[in-house]
């Protein structure tokens, strides 16, 4: 059964930085397209970042450009999200997702999407 457990959650005060990691299991993880995801209370899931099975295309909500970058280790099956300068608009649960629809244009979900359960991020003022 594949698994993503996400890890690297925490409070943080704005302007600091966190590193989240998705380690992945049961999953052939060069064979498909990762993705991050957040939701904060009261908001929709929004799409903030994706890669290409590839690595060759990667994609960032434009609220997060220039301040996350996202990251693939293939040797340790594990999806990275560098966060720097968080502010508080960053606080949400971000999600892991495998199997993932990914371009320049943005980043969505398939019928096969598969997630992790999700890690608690918080940026106080």
């Known amino acids: 059964q594949v698994q993503l457990v996400e890890s690297g959650g925490a409070l943080v005060q704005a302007g600091g930085s966190l590193k989240l990691s998705c380690a992945a299991s049961?999953?052939?993880?060069?064979?498909?397209?990762m993705g991050w995801f957040r939701q904060a209370p009261g908001k929709e899931r929004e799409g903030v970042s994706c890669m290409s099975w590839t690595g060759s295309t990667t994609y960032y909500l434009d609220s997060v450009k220039g301040r996350f970058t996202i990251s693939r280790d293939s040797a340790e099956d594990t999806l990275y999200l560098q966060m720097s300068n968080l502010q508080p608009e960053d606080t949400a649960i971000y999600y892991c997702?495998?199997?993932?629809?990914?371009?320049?244009?943005?980043?969505?979900?398939?019928?096969?999407?598969?997630w992790g359960k999700g890690t608690q991020v918080t940026v106080s003022s």
């Open positions: 049961s999953l052939d993880f060069d064979d498909f397209p």
């Open positions: 997702a495998a199997d993932v629809s990914c371009g320049p244009g943005g980043l969505g979900t398939v019928y096969t999407t598969v």
